[in-house]
Each structure stands twice: as C-alpha cells, then as structure tokens.
C-alpha cells in the first residue's frame, strides 16, 4: 500500500479512531490502527473489541491495499511533521515508512488478517438528531455518570428520544441529572443506555457535523456522522425510575445568580478538604445564603452571597465536588435551590424552566 494525505486530513481521521485504541497489552494488535484503501480513499479503522469506530478521507492513492501501524507512534508522528502532504508506504514487509518533506520515519505494522473484523451491524431503529444538540446535551449530563463498574447500568446515560424531545438522564447514586430539549423535526422515537465513555467520545468527535445518525441494534449502538462511523455495546437492564426520585415539592426555593454561585462554591471548596461537607444555609429575612466549610487542622470559609427567598430558612450540606458539577452545567444566568429537609436531596435548577434538573443527595450534618 502507498498512500498520500495532506497532513491536517491525516491527523483528523487518526485523532477519531484514536478513541478506539486499546491499552490492554495482551492483545497488541488491538493497539494498532488498520489503514486500508477504497478507490480513492483511505479507510481507518480503530477498536478495543467494546467500541469499533471507522472514518475515512481523501487520498492519493499510488497502491492500494492494508496494513496495521502502530496507533500513538503513528499519531504522534503525523503530529510533529509539518503541514504538508504525507506519504505512507508500506511496500516493505512488516515495515512502514513515512514521509513528509525532508523527514522520514519507519515503523513496524502488523498483520491486518490478525485484525478483528469491523462489526456489520443493521440497526433495527435509526433517529436523527442535531449534532450541536447532542453535543450540548451529553456535556451537561455526562458528568453525573457513575465509574463504578459493580452497577453497570449507572455507568451509562438513558437517552430517549420521544414526541419530538431527546432527553438524557445519568445518575451515580449521589447525584442524578436530567436534560431535555426540543427537537425541530420529530425524529423516530428511542430509548437505550449507552455506556458513558462511549456517548462522551461521540460528542467531542462529532465536531462540525450538522447531524448524526442513532442506530440501534440487539446489544450495539451506531452512531453515525460526517465520515465517521463509531459503534459501542448497549448496557443491558432497566435504568432506575428517575421519576421517583424527583421530589413534587419543596419548603425552600433560594434563586441565585449562577455565575456568582459557581465563583464562591469554587472558593468556598478549597476549604472543604478530606471530604469535608459544604454547608448552605438560606436566611429568608436577610435575603441571604451563606456558603461554609471548615476542615480540622486547614482553616475555614464562610461567603454570603444574595438571593431571592421563598419558605423557610433552612440548612443543609452537599459534597462541593458534585455542587460544584450542578452549578457549572446548569448554564442559566439564575438558578434555583430547591430543598425540602436537611436530611432530603436537594434540586437546582434554571430558575425560568424545567428543561434541566440536577438533584443532589445531602451529607448529614454532625
């Protein structure tokens, strides 16, 4: 095979297929990315035996065929060289050279009968959604995702698509987020678990992308966008009933402005240290809500900050890390904090809609 590429097109297709890449050292030819030809094209293909992805660009191609070159080394290669066409040739054995300019690299390939097949998935439903939205959507919900691999369907996010609104819903037990928005064109109605890793890396790949295809399959998920083709497994079982968990009302509603919020949450953490709770008490008369932390042996912080009241005064603590994750995704200019006890989660939400809420369990106070 002997391949040219301009250097930009080159290091896009490799930055997407990278995702793919395994680190798992027993199987080295999975750390490989397998580079093919199709008339006037190249093929890239990555996977981890979890996640297949595939993309694809414009080439000259002097000799068609396929090899398998080591993915970072290749990567990182392409990178350094400046922009200019590169050639990859592969005409030697076992060998790859690459050339750009007046620099020339070689490296050892692998065999690519040895590569897993690129799975042929027919997807029995298929919505199409905006890209920029879909995008959006992950980013706010993704950081709710649970890492804890003992429940695995907490370490996806539940999307939906019906009448004409995708929604997403990710939970670790501590926290759950829900977003839902309106889509200009009803797309065909969904509903799967993707694994959060998976659905992260689609939304930064997707790019300029206008739209991409959700394709659903037995146990796969094909997601479909410009040239690129990115296919995952579904996580399997029933997502918990986030509806129940909703509370259907409060004693206390505080609206803050939320860039304000974020800043003192952000400076009242550094003294929320060893997983020392963030305390916030709403004082209805003084119109007030003050953030507090105080770790033994570090010092203490305390900020006020004001809001518009409504109910009760009220006292209650949060992990700062995942407060913190509330506020910075909730994206409205003001937001509400809504809480019913000390001892029940709180909810912050947009303080003009309900297209976005983020509840979050409460620590006991000592």
């Avoid at 750390?31 to 981890?48: K, L, R």
């Amino acid at each position: 095979m002997k391949i040219s590429i301009a250097r930009g097109e080159l290091l896009e297709a490799l930055s997407v297929v990278s995702r793919g890449l395994s680190s798992r050292t027993t199987l080295p030819i999975l750390s490989g990315i397998h580079v093919s030809t199709d008339g006037d094209t190249a093929v890239f293909q990555a996977t981890d035996l979890e996640v297949s992805i595939k993309t694809s660009c414009k080439a000259r191609v002097e000799q068609p065929g396929k090899s398998v070159l080591p993915g970072r080394l290749l990567t990182d290669v392409a990178r350094s060289l400046p922009e200019a066409a590169i050639t990859i040739d592969t005409s030697t054995p076992n060998t790859a050279s690459v050339v750009c300019g007046q620099s020339s690299f070689s490296m050892k390939t692998l065999s690519p009968e040895d590569y897993p097949k690129f799975p042929e998935v027919a997807p029995g439903q298929e919505t199409v959604l905006p890209a920029e939205t879909f995008s959006h959507v992950v980013h706010q919900v993704s950081k709710s995702v649970s890492r804890d691999e003992t429940r695995p369907i907490l370490t996806g996010v539940l999307v939906v698509v019906e009448t004409g609104t995708l929604r997403m819903v990710a939970t670790d037990s501590y926290r759950l987020c829900v977003r839902e928005v309106p889509l200009e064109k009803a797309p065909a109605d969904i509903e799967l678990v993707v694994p959060g890793k998976a659905i992260e890396d689609v939304a930064k790949l997707v790019g300029s992308s206008e739209n991409i295809t959700l394709g659903v399959s037995e146990n796969q998920v094909i997601f479909t966008f410009g040239a690129t083709t990115f296919i995952s497994r579904r996580i399997e079982g029933s997502f918990p009933n986030y509806n129940q968990l909703l509370p259907k009302e409060h004693t206390t509603r505080a609206t803050v402005d939320r860039a304000e919020l974020l800043e003192a949450v952000k400076r009242v953490s550094l003294m929320a240290q060893h997983n020392t709770p963030l305390r916030v008490k709403v004082s209805v008369a003084e119109h007030t809500m003050t953030l507090s932390a105080a770790t033994q042996d570090v010092g203490d912080a305390v900020e006020d900050l004001q809001v518009t009241p409504e109910g009760e005064d009220v006292e209650i603590a949060f992990n700062h890390t995942y407060l913190l994750d509330g506020v910075s995704v909730a994206e409205s200019d003001t937001v509400a904090l809504e809480v019913t006890s000390p001892l029940k989660p709180g909810v912050i939400k947009p303080s003009d809609g309900e297209d976005f809420t983020y509840l979050l369990m409460p620590v006991r106070l000592g």
